[in-house]
Nanobody
Framework: RPQLVQSGGGSVQAGGSLRLSCALF????????MAWFRQVPGKERKGIAS????????FYHESVSGRFTISWNSTSNTLYLQMTSLSPEDTGTYYC??????????????????????WGQGTQVTVAS
């Protein structure tokens, strides 16, 4: 079973930037759908970005499009989320997720938490106004 270990996050002022990392540990060398989700108390995890490790269309939720960048480093097996122009509305717990063999590189794909069975431990991002 793949393991996901997250790092990064923390507190920042509005307008600032943060980078989240998510290291994938597995030995199958399969391709994965990788995604970032954000959760706030009392609400469902919302998919904000996704990428297929072998390429294809990248998804961004409209709330982060143009400000966040998801990327995958195949050498280090690490997923990143570069977040810029942060606002208090970006506050929440961020989770990375991975699903082996699930091709999410199509243009009409939007990640749902139901699509993923492997999750990172979560990291808090707090944006102060």
């Amino acid at each position: 079973r793949p393991q996901l270990v997250q790092s990064g996050g923390g507190s920042v002022q509005a307008g600032g930037s943060l980078r989240l990392s998510c290291a994938l540990f597995e030995d199958s060398h399969r391709n994965y759908c990788m995604a970032w989700f954000r959760q706030v108390p009392g609400k469902e995890r919302k998919g904000i970005a996704s990428i297929f490790t072998a390429g294809g269309t990248i998804f961004y939720h409209e709330s982060v499009s143009g400000r966040f960048t998801i990327s995958w480093n195949s050498t280090s097996n690490t997923l990143y989320l570069q977040m810029t122009s942060l606002s208090p509305e970006d506050t929440g717990t961020y989770y990375c997720a991975a699903e082996p063999g699930y091709y999410c590189g199509v243009s009409n794909y939007a990640p749902s938490y139901l699509d993923f069975h492997n999750w990172g431990q979560g990291t808090q991002v707090t944006v102060a106004s």
